[in-house]
């Protein structure tokens, strides 16, 4: 079945590094991504993976995927106020991204 | 180059209306998806169009539709609005075969 499952909450200091973390069950996803949402607007793609990555960095933003443990997390480095926002994973299964699977959101909140 | 563009931005229709949504892709996109958003079952798919026909469609009820026109832009519709439909609904537009979706501000609907 399909399910991406995510904590609800994570708070962390200015400057420091942020891990959020997912979950998900379908083996035969092919891509899985990460979004973000600020109050009041749309979904801003931050960056994928593919599935038979386990590793992919960009700029402050690292992705890690343990396929084994179907568990993906994304890590924020030096943790700004501006990052404050609601963090989504999703997967797709088609190898393109017409048709996404997300979780709950984790709400990140930066504190000064 | 243009985002994804969504209109209205918000809308207020009473119990029983109907309503017409629309999205306009980024040039050169053909894929246009439709995602509901609520607190209570996040963002659900519900569902994509390319070349003018419904590729895959989520679990919602008929009473929610879409077309998309020969330029790509696409409408969903819902009729026989219900308190619950109360939603920010989201389009993304995609390349047919493309790993990124892109999603426009959404559209916030109120049912009084």
């Known amino acids: 079945g399909e399910d991406v499952e995510q904590s609800l909450f994570l708070s962390v200091r200015e400057g420091d590094s942020s891990v959020i973390n997912c979950t998900y069950t379908d083996s035969s996803s092919t891509y899985l991504y990460w979004y973000k949402q600020e109050p009041g607007a749309g979904l801003q793609l931050l960056t994928y993976i593919f599935s038979n990555m386990d590793m992919k960095q960009d700029q402050r933003l690292t992705v890690l995927l343990n396929k084994k443990d179907k568990h993906l997390s994304l890590r924020i480095a030096d943790t700004q106020t501006g990052d404050s926002a609601i963090y989504f994973c999703a997967e797709s299964y088609s190898g393109s991204a017409r048709q996404l699977t997300f979780g709950s959101g984790t709400q990140l909140t930066v504190l000064p | 180059k243009a985002g994804v563009t969504q209109t209205p931005r918000y809308l207020i229709k009473t119990r029983g209306q109907q309503v017409t949504l629309s999205c306009s892709p980024i040039s050169g996109h053909r894929s246009v998806s439709w995602y509901q958003q609520t607190p209570g079952q996040g963002l659900q798919f519900l569902f994509e169009?390319?070349?003018?026909?419904?590729?895959n469609k989520g679990n919602f009820p008929g009473r929610f539709s879409g077309r998309q026109f020969s330029n790509s832009r696409s409408e969903m519709n819902v009729s026989t609005l219900e308190l619950g439909d109360s939603a920010l609904y989201l389009c993304a537009s995609s390349l047919v075969q493309n790993t990124e979706a892109f999603f426009g501000q959404g559209t916030r609907l109120t049912v009084v």
């Open positions: 169009y390319f070349s003018e026909t419904q590729r």
